[in-house]
């Protein structure tokens, strides 16, 4: 016999009852999912604050800025680049949003080296429960470009900020990307004696632009 | 106390456990180096747990949901091949350790494969592949920090989420000075870090395959989740043409969104973070126009014993989803590691799957080796009756004879007077003076016939007044 069908037929000898019928295995699959509320982190008030504030903590293994629309992507870089003394040179994920952008005075490239300085990718969406933001393998996004710059910069649109990790998994229904990746902070470890070290293999550094693209948040901020 | 026996990292095993353990013991540093990190995660997992007040609700959960998925097991082990596959992933069964080592090897030869990255899998150590890879003459290049400390040091991982935990940086820092042949400087942890970034990178982007373990199989979508905090996962199964996944046919989960309860549970029991750093799902080979990622996928399903675990009263073992915890905070493994313990899992969890994969007979001691404190069931993030599931071996254990004829004798004597209750009283009444006798100070250093106890820490001296149901009588009479 092969060794699935031994395999299989060793769990269903071992699990004796008979076989459920689909229905019922998924009903019941279902029903762990309902009333879920008291066995995780309550549902933020407004998301977008919460995911702010979450990765704005000093504990949080990244920096967080807002913009006000994608077209201060551009400036919002440069000053972040010349802050941290990188030079101009950019890491920029292909993306169709990023491209269009002005980019003016910079140096543009699409592939990371191993040594890359900095990159910016256009994340799909923000988790503000665990400050994760939820970034796509595709046609316009290589994954490489992600883990191997030191500096990782990702711009998140605010109507895109869920607030808990079940919101992710509804949200991302259907046929998944190749890789979906919740990415939550700079790379770390803290292997040698318990001690945290930020940088292990991927970024070392981590920032996060929140543009602000929601027609209500900018009616606040424009009111008196 | 006379020096331990020098032993052979591969001369370990469940069997000579004693022995191992006096020379865990023995050694110098090894108890300050499990403080500092198995007291580090102790601290961070208890502030996790008292920051998230739903932490036991959703043990509960996580517990079903592990219960759910292992009842109808079967169902979605075909979803999730069946899902798989029509990712473009290619999915192979392995009955045993050898038959998934087998398998692996092949698919390192087929794709021509002089060197290998491995994001830390204890499956992967489970089935033997660092070993069957070096017979096969393939380079392996352990990523996951820990996992490149011990494979420099030639030791195996002591712990499932900090292997290294028996290394100190000093000794870290002269493996790194010998093997990436730049000077080190032990109180520098993050240069040390550094100093493996840079050597490392230029191995992920060289290998041929990337092998990786899973956290979670997905059986709605066919996707694997790895976690890590150091991105090597996604580095090691990105570059290589070729991404092998490990994993035990325990993993599965029915949907991403069961796996959001069961992610919260792990990253706080394993560190006391809320999440992995990288929470990765990956579903199948490149797809036309992805601008990278591995032209092959393979997952190979394996059994390994657990489908007799289903069968034989250890299926509440299946939902350990091996965040570390119990091993944390015992009272035996913090004080003589993982090494002593001579399997590939030690601590609690360990001691009950090593007589699973490597016989009763051969790790009796295992079971043995806990005081059934019950510390590691009251942190399980899946629930684990722990300490049942370790009596449950004992008796085993005890039923097919495998215990020596002096403990046999031992416990009948036992028995015999336990069951006699003036005999037992009048046994410890004439004990208890002669005790008192090697009493100095409230504690007992040595004493004939306590030797197996007074040897690692002392006995205390019985106090006055007698033993306890004289000591009740008098109470009550007042």
């Known amino acids: 016999?092969?060794?699935?069908?031994?395999?299989?037929?060793?769990?269903?000898?071992?699990?004796?009852?008979?076989?459920?019928?689909?229905?019922?295995?998924?009903?019941?699959?279902?029903?762990?999912?309902?009333?879920?509320?008291?066995?995780?982190?309550?549902?933020?008030?407004?998301?977008?604050?919460?995911?702010?504030?979450?990765?704005?903590?000093?504990?949080?293994?990244?920096?967080?800025?807002?913009?006000?629309?994608?077209?201060?992507?551009?400036?919002?870089?440069?000053?972040?680049?010349?802050?941290?003394?990188?030079?101009?040179?950019?890491?920029?994920?292909?993306?169709?949003?990023?491209?269009?952008?002005?980019?003016?005075?910079?140096?543009?490239?699409?592939?990371?080296?191993?040594?890359?300085?900095?990159?910016?990718?256009?994340?799909?969406?923000?988790?503000?429960?665990?400050?994760?933001?939820?970034?796509?393998?595709?046609?316009?996004?290589?994954?490489?470009?992600?883990?191997?710059p030191f500096h990782l910069v990702l711009a998140v649109r605010a109507s895109t900020i869920l607030g808990r990790l079940e919101d992710h998994a509804e949200a991302s229904a259907g046929l998944p990307p190749r890789n979906a990746i919740l990415m939550t902070g700079a790379s770390g470890t803290s292997d040698i004696e318990g001690s945290y070290v930020r940088g292990a293999h991927g970024p070392r550094f981590l920032h996060v632009i929140l543009i602000e693209d929601r027609p209500q948040g900018r009616l606040e901020e424009v009111r008196p | 106390?006379?020096?331990?026996?020098?032993?052979?990292?591969?001369?370990?095993?469940?069997?000579?456990?004693?022995?191992?353990?006096?020379?865990?013991?023995?050694?110098?540093?090894?108890?300050?180096?499990?403080?500092?990190?198995?007291?580090?995660?102790?601290?961070?997992?208890?502030?996790?747990?008292?920051?998230?007040?739903?932490?036991?609700?959703?043990?509960?959960?996580?517990?079903?949901?592990?219960?759910?998925?292992?009842?109808?097991?079967?169902?979605?082990?075909?979803?999730?091949?069946?899902?798989?596959?029509?990712?473009?992933?290619?999915?192979?069964?392995?009955?045993?350790?050898?038959?998934?080592?087998?398998?692996?090897?092949?698919?390192?030869?087929?794709?021509?494969?002089?060197?290998?990255?491995?994001?830390?899998?204890?499956?992967?150590?489970?089935?033997?592949?660092?070993?069957?890879?070096?017979?096969?003459?393939?380079?392996?290049?352990?990523?996951?920090?820990?996992?490149?400390?011990?494979?420099?040091?030639?030791?195996?991982?002591?712990?499932?989420?900090?292997?290294?935990?028996?290394?100190?940086?000093?000794?870290?820092?002269?493996?790194?000075?010998?093997?990436?042949?730049?000077?080190?400087?032990?109180?520098?942890?993050?240069?040390?870090?550094?100093?493996?970034?840079?050597?490392?990178?230029?191995?992920?982007?060289?290998?041929?395959?990337?092998?990786s373990g899973a956290n979670f199989l997905i059986a709605e979508t066919g996707a694997v989740c790895t976690v890590t905090n150091e991105g090597n996962a996604e580095l090691t199964t990105t570059p290589p043409r070729v991404h092998i996944v490990t994993a035990g046919i325990e993993k599965l989960v029915p949907t991403l969104a069961h796996a959001m309860t069961l992610l919260r549970l792990l990253a706080r029991s394993a560190t006391g973070a809320e999440i992995t750093q990288y929470t990765t799902f990956h579903a199948g080979p490149k797809r036309p126009g992805d601008l990278d990622g591995p032209e092959e996928m393979h997952i190979v399903l394996v059994d390994n014993g657990r489908s007799k675990m289903l069968g034989e009263g250890l299926e509440e073992m299946l939902r350990c989803i091996r965040c570390g915890a119990c091993m944390n905070h015992c009272v035996v493994y913090r004080q003589i590691g993982g090494h002593a313990y001579g399997g590939v899992y030690p601590g609690p969890m360990g001691a009950v799957l090593t007589p699973v994969l490597q016989g009763l007979k051969e790790s009796r001691a295992l079971p043995q080796a806990c005081t059934l404190n019950g510390k590691c069931a009251e942190v399980c993030p899946v629930k684990i009756p722990l300490p049942t599931l370790l009596r449950g071996w004992r008796i085993r254990s005890w039923r097919e004879g495998l215990e020596p004829t002096t403990v046999r004798a031992g416990i009948g004597l036992w028995a015999f007077v336990a069951k006699r209750p003036r005999l037992y009283r009048l046994g410890v009444k004439a004990a208890l003076?002669?005790?008192?006798?090697?009493?100095?100070?409230?504690?007992?250093?040595?004493?004939p016939l306590l030797g197996a106890w007074t040897d690692q820490r002392d006995f205390p001296t019985p106090p006055r007044g007698g033993s306890f149901m004289a000591q009740y009588k008098a109470g009550r009479r007042s």
């Open chain 1, 1 to 148: 016999m092969s060794a699935r069908a031994d395999i299989l037929s060793a769990v269903r000898r071992a699990l004796k009852a008979p076989p459920a019928a689909p229905d019922l295995i998924v009903a019941e699959a279902a029903a762990l999912l309902e009333d879920l509320d008291p066995a995780r982190p309550p549902a933020p008030a407004d998301p977008v604050e919460a995911f702010f504030a979450k990765i704005d903590d000093p504990a949080f293994a990244a920096s967080i800025e807002r913009i006000d629309g994608i077209r201060a992507l551009p400036a919002a870089l440069r000053s972040y680049m010349a802050r941290h003394r990188l030079g101009f040179r950019l890491c920029l994920q292909p993306q169709e949003e990023l491209r269009a952008l002005s980019w003016a005075g910079f140096d543009l490239h699409h592939e990371a080296a191993p040594d890359e300085a900095v990159a910016l990718a256009a994340g799909r969406r923000g988790i503000s429960e665990t400050g994760s933001v939820v970034l796509e393998s595709g046609p316009d996004s290589r994954i490489l470009n992600l883990f191997l």
């Open chain 2, 1 to 211: 106390m006379s020096a331990a026996p020098e032993l052979h990292p591969e001369t370990r095993r469940p069997a000579r456990f004693k022995a191992q353990a006096a020379e865990a013991l023995a050694s110098p540093r090894l108890k300050l180096a499990l403080d500092r990190t198995a007291g580090n995660a102790e601290a961070k997992r208890g502030a996790a747990v008292a920051a998230f007040p739903g932490f036991e609700a959703a043990r509960v959960r996580g517990a079903a949901i592990k219960d759910h998925t292992l009842r109808h097991l079967d169902h979605y082990l075909e979803s999730f091949a069946a899902r798989a596959e029509a990712l473009g992933t290619k999915v192979h069964w392995a009955r045993t350790a050898d038959e998934a080592c087998r398998i692996t090897v092949e698919i390192c030869r087929q794709a021509g494969a002089r060197s290998a990255t491995r994001s830390k899998s204890m499956l992967g150590e489970e089935i033997g592949l660092p070993h069957a890879l070096a017979e096969a003459g393939i380079e392996r290049v352990e990523t996951d920090l820990a996992e490149h400390i011990v494979q420099l040091a030639g030791d195996p991982p002591s712990h499932i989420v900090w292997p290294a935990m028996h290394i100190a940086r000093e000794q870290v820092a002269e493996l790194f000075a010998e093997h990436h042949q730049t000077p080190q400087d032990p109180d520098d942890v993050p240069s040390m870090v550094e100093s493996a970034r840079r050597v490392l990178r230029g191995k992920f982007l060289g290998a041929d395959v990337g092998i």
């Open chain 2, 433 to 447: 003076p002669v005790l008192r006798i090697f009493g100095r100070k409230g504690w007992i250093e040595k004493a």
